[in-house]
């Protein structure tokens, strides 16, 4: 668990590093821990620990610390991170508000911003399944059994319901490619590994 959150706040120093807004060393180094989306992942990576103990009675313990958590990020941040999602390393959320991830597999070092909602659609199976280096923009929708390909920006208010292929960039309801290449700044990280991954 810890290992993994190391790697998500590593990936998003990364991003905030770029920036020469955010150069001060309280930015860098205590401003990512206290911002919204970090506590919304790192409740959702406590929770899926939490999930594989095999200590009963410390399990619901430690399961209802959890719900507690996760009820308070909910109502006051606006990110629902459910359990059913399968999410790599180098995850981030970027500001918070309006966030649904719901039964779900994202690979390594994604992006996803306010406002965004990816999940099945109730009744048909499969979920949606997105590969490394994603960057989702503001209240994107990704819906049903698709597949997202490595290195894919989807752009803001983009509705993605079709698979999409590797080294592009969709925007549009429903979305349509546009350029057969990446197109954001954040996944110029893509080939690195998040920070605290083992090698």
């Given amino acids: 668990m810890f290992d993994t959150i190391r790697g998500d706040l590593g990936r998003k120093r990364q991003t905030y590093i770029v920036r020469a807004m955010d150069q001060t060393w309280f930015n860098r180094n205590i401003k990512i821990y206290l911002q919204q989306g970090s506590i919304a992942v790192a409740v959702f990576r406590f929770g899926q620990w939490v999930q594989r103990l ?15 958590l996760n009820l308070a990020v909910i109502i006051f ?11 790599g390393r180098g995850f981030i959320v ?18 996803v911003n306010q406002g965004v909602t990816i999940g099945n659609i109730r009744g048909e199976p499969g979920r949606p ?3 490394n280096n994603v960057y ?38 429903p979305s349509r490619i ?6 954001s700044p954040y996944l110029k990280f893509g080939n690195e590994p998040a920070a ?3 090698a």
């Fill in 136 to 173: 989702i923009g503001v209240s994107a929708v990704v819906l049903g059994n698709v597949k997202i390909g490595n290195n894919v920006v989807i752009g803001a208010n983009s509705l993605v319901i079709t698979n999409v292929p590797d080294n592009c960039t969709v925007v549009g309801v």
């Fill in 178 to 183: 546009v350029s057969r290449r990446p197109t």
């Fill in 129 to 131: 399944v997105l590969g």
């Fill in 94 to 111: 970027h500001n918070y508000s309006g966030v649904f991830l719901g039964r779900i597999t994202i690979g390594e070092n994604c992006i």
């Fill in 77 to 87: 941040f606006g990110i629902n991170i459910q359990l059913s999602a399968n999410i």
């Fill in 54 to 68: 095999r200590i009963p009675v410390l399990k619901q313990i430690l399961f209802t610390v959890y719900y507690i």
């Fill in 196 to 198: 605290g991954s083992k």
